[in-house]
């Protein structure tokens, strides 16, 4: 079963925040998040191993809930060239990744 | 460091053919390699495991007859779409796990094909 993320979607005005949430029904053992551009692959943003890490990434961080078996990922100051699909990537121990089911993000002027 | 190369990155192929997709570690060697297909605007499904000397690993409801999957070097993985129909038609793309990582920590992916069946 793959990770569920909210929102499906979102649009942002140039500079504004967003939160992403993924969700998983299974125990994880580490996160991923990937940003894909149209008709491109998607390009790695950072890793998340430990309950409770946050990691950081420019105007990029995110943070990963064990317990409760989630992640965050949070935009701040959003630009243009944020725009794309988010994926966070699950793996449950073993070395497969399972992608979550993706949030539109689209950035406008 | 840790390129894939996957190749064709666009083939348009007759209903009924057969389409090989290649994935190539360039600078590493990949033990293991990852077998994704996408449909427009849609998550990227695992499809198969790849494991070098071994026989793929497939996804429940993933046709392993249909979809061919070798791994016969520590550098190359390739994936035969047989018998295509036009229902293939999708986005493939393969990812392979860093070198130096533990399980599940880094993986890198290929560019895609953009499989089109007619």
């Known amino acids: 079963q793959q990770p569920v993320q909210s929102p499906q979607a979102v649009i942002l005005r140039e500079g504004e925040d967003a939160v992403i949430n993924c969700s998983s029904s299974?125990?994880?053992?580490?996160v991923h998040w990937y940003r894909q551009k149209h008709g491109e692959a998607p390009v790695f943003l950072m890793i998340l191993l430990k309950g409770g890490e946050q990691k950081g990434h420019e105007k990029i961080s995110a943070s990963f809930n064990e317990k409760k078996q989630q992640s965050s990922l949070y935009l701040t100051a959003s630009q243009l060239s944020y725009s794309g699909t988010y994926f966070c990537g699950a793996t449950g121990g073993g070395n497969k990744l399972t992608f979550g089911t993706g949030t539109q993000l689209k950035v406008e002027l | 460091g840790a390129v894939v190369s996957q190749h064709p990155s666009r083939v348009i192929c007759k209903s009924g053919t057969s389409v090989k997709i290649e994935c190539r570690s360039l600078?590493?060697?990949?033990?293991?390699m990852f077998w994704y297909r996408q449909f427009p605007k849609k998550s990227l499904m695992l499809m198969a495991t790849?494991?070098?000397?071994?026989?793929?690993?497939?996804e429940q409801g993933v046709e392993k007859d249909k979809f061919l999957i070798n791994h016969a070097s520590l550098t190359l993985s390739t994936l035969t779409v047989t018998s295509a129909h036009p229902e293939d038609s999708s986005f493939y793309i393969c990812s392979a796990s860093l070198p130096g990582t533990g399980i599940g920590y880094g993986y890198t992916f290929g560019s895609g094909t953009r499989l089109t069946v007619v």
């Open positions: 299974k125990a994880l053992y580490s």
């Open positions: 600078d590493f060697q990949a033990t293991t």
């Open positions: 790849s494991n070098e000397g071994s026989k793929a690993t497939y």
